[in-house]
T-cell receptor, first 116, second 118 residues
Framework: AQKVTQAQTEISVVEKEDVTLDCVYE???????LFWYKQPPSGELVFLIR??????QNEISGRYSWNFQKSTSSFNFTITASQVVDSAVYFC?????????????FGKGTKLTVNP | GAVVSQHPSRVICKSGTSVKIECRSL??????MFWYRQFPKQSLMLMAT?????????EQGVEKDKFLINHASLTLSTLTVTSAHPEDSSFYIC??????????????FGPGTRLTVL
């Protein structure tokens, strides 16, 4: 069965610090997709990235970067020079394909608090 | 980009009443929509997959008769919480599957509906 583990329940940093959010997944599928979403206090999910299982290249987008390592089944997310606006709950998710209908399995989330 | 709306954004109701939540894909047609529930400080849990023109597929442990899903058109799915009780109070989020250009059909999420049952 597919499973996503975000071991860090809460992280608190001071502004400008770098922070890494961990995500470990389990799947039997050879083709799958991994995601990161941000959920600010308003509740709306904000899509950050999608990565397919065949693309292990790390990605950088501004202050955000992602490290995908199939060997350790991890898809970690790093925020460089964190800002107060980065405070939110971050979810890692895995897409499983059952009968052609992709279902998303979410981790429990990591609450990030960036203090000024 | 693809936009999904939900209505209402917030609803408070008395125990025993039914509440309907709408999920609309505004600029694309979605044959499949998903309904998630999120309790405070918890993760999103998939409740059901809604397919246009057919019955919804419910996840294990989700009561079909309590959470009625109707996907009558390619842009609208509704979730009705029947005879709501305080334990049904939660944040309900829908997503719509976009028939994308590539093999992966991405899901776009609505802003959520916060249900409070008194």
């Amino acid at each position: 069965a597919q499973k996503v583990t975000q071991a860090q329940t809460e992280i608190s940093v001071v502004e400008k610090e770098d922070v890494t959010l961990d995500c470990v997944y389990e799947t039997r599928d050879t083709t799958y997709y991994l995601f990161w979403y941000k959920q600010p206090p308003s509740g709306e999910l904000v899509f950050l990235i999608r990565r397919n299982s065949f693309d292990e290249q790390n990605e950088i987008s501004g202050r955000y970067s992602w490290n995908f390592q199939k060997s350790t089944s991890s898809f970690n997310f790093t925020i460089t020079a964190s800002q107060v606006v980065d405070s939110a709950v971050y979810f890692c998710a895995l897409s499983e394909n059952q009968g052609g209908s992709e279902k998303l399995v979410f981790g429990k989330g990591t609450k990030l608090t960036v203090n000024p | 980009g693809a936009v999904v709306s939900q209505h209402p954004s917030r609803v408070i109701c008395k125990s025993g009443t039914s509440v309907k939540i709408e999920c609309r894909s505004l600029d694309f047609q979605a044959t499949t929509m998903f309904w998630y529930r999120q309790f405070p400080k918890q993760s999103l849990m998939l409740m059901a997959t809604s397919n246009e023109g057919s019955k919804a597929t419910y996840e294990q442990g989700v009561e079909k008769d309590k959470f009625l899903i109707n996907h009558a058109s390619l842009t609208l799915s509704t979730l009705t919480v029947t005879s709501a009780h305080p334990e049904d109070s939660s944040f309900y989020i829908c997503s719509a599957r976009h028939p994308g250009q590539y093999t992966y059909n991405e899901q776009f999420f609505g802003p959520g509906t916060r249900l409070t049952v008194l």
